[in-house]
Structures are given as C-alpha cells and as structure tokens.
C-alpha cells in the first residue's frame, strides 16, 4: 500500500540525499543562502588576495635584484616524428583489427 501526501506537504518538505530525513522549504533555502553567503566571501578573498599578488609582482618587478631566465626547448622535426610515429601506428593499427572484425565476424583476431 502505497502513501500519498497532499500537494502542500509535499511541496514544504524535501528529503535530504544522505539520510533521507524531511527537510523545510525553508530550511533548505536558508542553507542555500548561506552557502551562496560562504562562496561569495571567499571569491572576495580570493579577488583579494590576487590582487595582492599582482602588488607584489609589480613591486618585485621594480628591483633589479633578483632576475629570472627560463630556458626553452625547441622541438625539432626529429623529436615530433619520435613521438607521433607510434601514436600513428596504433590508430592504424586499431582500424585495421575494426575493418578485419567487420568483414571476418566470428575470426578471433590477437595481437
């Protein structure tokens, strides 16, 4: 036997996910509204602390004492054809075992 809740019961209450105990309306706003309360403080301080940061960067940036030099690696053809070799082997490789699957169905084909 099934139990049915009048259209008013159903609409002021909620179910939480985990225990399944009812929920206000209210009350599930109000914790709505706090979390929106929390995420917006910390989109605050997290604002803020970028922008201290960027002081920071500017400040630093000003003194000659302390100078940073990065190093970059150029790729050469030899390298991408190192790398992309294998990667175009096994695509082959995987349409070849799809096409062979397709035209012999009940052939078990293994590598």
């Known amino acids: 036997m099934t139990r049915r809740r009048s259209m008013s019961q159903q609409n002021s209450e909620f179910q939480c996910p985990f225990c399944r105990h009812p ?3 209210y009350d599930r706003f109000q914790r709505n509204y706090q979390l929106i309360e ?3 403080q910390s989109k605050q301080l997290e604002l803020d602390d970028s922008q201290d940061v960027e002081n920071d960067d500017m400040d630093s940036a ?5 100078c ?4 970059t690696q150029e790729t050469t053809d030899e390298d991408f054809i190192e790398n992309i070799v294998p990667l175009v082997f096994a695509i082959l ?3 070849v075992m799809i096409i062979l ?3 012999f169905p009940n052939v078990h084909i293994r590598i």
């Not at 000003?62 to 302390?66: I, M, P, R």
């Not at 940073?68 to 190093?71: F, G, I, L, N, S």
Request: charged share 35%; net charge negative.
């Open 23 to 25: 929920i206000s309306l």
């Open 38 to 40: 929390i995420l917006d």
């Open 62 to 66: 000003s003194s000659d004492d302390e």
């Open 68 to 71: 940073v030099t990065v190093e």
């Open 93 to 95: 490789t995987a349409l």
């Open 101 to 103: 699957r397709k035209i």
